[in-house]
């Protein structure tokens, strides 16, 4: 979708704040997310589903809330989607049903152990040949799905050459509908100087790894 | 079971924005006391969660990778080829690195990461992602200007070298191997490891002889 997140180039943001603390949260509301995140879910999401839900976030939310908080109601969503819960029970943090299971406590060890378990590859068997070889030019797509995309607009309608070819992995468009499907994935280098006026005179890269379908040719 | 039903999710977002506490503080409290109500997590699986992102996952596992590519060319090699697999002989495989890449900084290329379209980041190497990197001034200034976003992080490169930057578009990920400081012969990986910083190897820092003259 043509939404807020993609904000590839997008000019009026900064300066960057290069202070910020080295300490992994700022905030105790900020761990508490990221633990709540790390030990719940709701069943049958897709990564791509998630990140969709995430851009349909409301687009001066998205902008002005904090990331981690912002991120954190974009797991709201997915509880009230999946009926775990209401946004009533989310405003008052009480639970108008009865407890139907108990959660079990883990230790650093056992979140340690699960962490290095939820490795995934996105990588499947094809039947289709890949339609380019590295070293190719490709010209990308002007339009992709209205839906979740992982073509970003910046990189629309635009030159660039084949890096590397990384087999077919899960096409983010359709695992945002429930569905698997493998297509070949590639880098393609873009040259600074096709994106953007002013870098007429660079020799800068910029690497973004598409989809055979994004491309036109 | 999750819909997939998109005006489903904007409506839900909807009355999350109107119904919610607007101070995050408030809204996790309530979302954490819900979810420990209906036996979803406990107070103490979310604890070993953070203890284990604040003490054992974090840049210090990504900089003992750096280190050790620098002392063992064998290892090096391997973690060109394949980073993903190359991490697992530490066991600091995990969360965001299943499609892991090292992308090395030369005396001629530069390599900066970033991801555009959400916030992407190798999280069980590198840990929590700093803020700066999920804002919308990193975000949009990476791709369009990166050689303006590295001066504010005190970065400045000659015009002869190439600033390749990496879009996390897809479910690979990218890792900057920094170039190893002068005069650090005689340092051991351990202590190689401390001059590496987390910036570095998201390529918003590249010089790290700073840091090693500070531990010299």
Known sequence: ?217 | MTTFDEKKAVEIHQALHSHLPSEPALRVKALESLLIEKGLTTSETIDAWIEAYSEEIGPKRGALIIARSWVDPEFKKRLMADAAKAIEEFGFEGKATGHLKAVENTDKIHNLVVCTLCSCYPFSILGIAPTWYKTAAYRSRAVRDPRGVLNEFGVMLNDDIKVCVWDSTAELRYLVVPQRPSGTDNLNEKELAELVTRNSMIGTDRDLNSQAKVKS
């Open chain 1, 1 to 217: 979708m043509d939404g807020i997140h993609d904000l590839g180039g997008k000019q009026g943001f900064g300066p960057i704040n290069v202070t910020e603390p080295t300490e992994p949260f700022h905030e105790e509301w900020e761990a508490r997310v990221w633990g709540i995140s790390c030990s719940t879910g709701a069943p049958g999401i897709t990564i791509d589903w998630w990140r969709y839900i995430r851009e349909m976030t409301i687009p001066e939310d998205y902008l002005t809330r904090p990331y981690l908080d912002s991120w954190s109601e974009s797991d709201m969503v997915t509880l009230v989607d999946s009926n775990i819960c209401t946004v009533e029970e989310l405003a008052t943090g009480k639970s108008n049903t009865p407890r139907l299971e108990d959660a079990n406590n883990i230790t650093v060890d056992q979140a340690l152990e699960a962490n290095r378990m939820s490795s995934r590859r996105f990588d499947r068997p094809s039947n289709a040949d890949p339609k380019y070889i590295v070293g190719n030019d490709v010209v990308t797509c002007q339009f992709t799905s209205t839906g979740h995309t992982r073509l970003p607009a910046y990189v629309r309608g635009k030159p660039g050459k084949v890096y590397a070819y990384h087999g077919a992995h899960l096409l983010p468009d359709a695992g945002a509908k429930g569905e698997e499907i493998a297509e070949h994935l590639y880098t393609i280098a873009f040259n600074a100087c096709d994106l953007w006026p002013e870098a007429h005179d660079s020799n800068d890269i910029i690497f973004v790894d598409l989809w055979e379908s994004y491309f036109d040719n």
